[in-house]
């Protein structure tokens, strides 16, 4: 069974800085051959935001490029999102998620396409 377990969310200032971790357990990336975060902001649907492949391939919605980084390390099966110049619009529930297939990778899918984190709470206050 895939456990996901994000941390390192909260409050800042716009123009701020977080980092976000999961920590993945008996996740070996499998068929999908990619990890990824997600977001869902309130009264929205979840979307998708940044994604890696097993090869270090990495990828970003627009709204984030040159902002956000997502990176991960293998030895703790840990993967990573640095998100700088954070704006009010990038608070939202953040979650790690682990595609079934590849296809799924980028988003677009149902969400039992996936497994998911609990998420954790990205405020950015202006």
């Known amino acids: 069974q895939v456990r996901l377990e994000e941390s390192g969310g909260g409050s800042v200032q716009a123009g701020g800085s977080l980092r976000l971790s999961c920590a993945a357990s008996?996740?070996?990336?499998?068929?999908?051959?990619?990890m990824g975060w997600f977001r869902q902001a309130p009264g929205k649907k979840r979307e998708y935001v940044s994604a890696i492949t097993s090869d270090g391939e990495t990828d970003y919605t627009n709204a984030v490029k040159g902002r956000f980084t997502i990176s991960k390390d293998n030895t703790k099966k840990t993967m990573y999102l640095q998100m700088n110049s954070l704006k009010p619009e990038d608070t939202a529930m953040y979650y790690c998620?682990?595609?079934?297939?590849?296809?799924?990778?980028?988003?677009?899918?149902?969400?039992?396409?996936?497994?998911w984190g609990q998420g954790t709470q990205v405020t950015v206050s202006s």
């Open positions: 998620a682990a595609p079934f297939l590849h296809i799924h990778c980028r988003g677009g899918y149902p969400d039992s396409s996936y497994y």
């Open positions: 008996d996740y070996t990336y499998g068929n999908s051959n990619c």
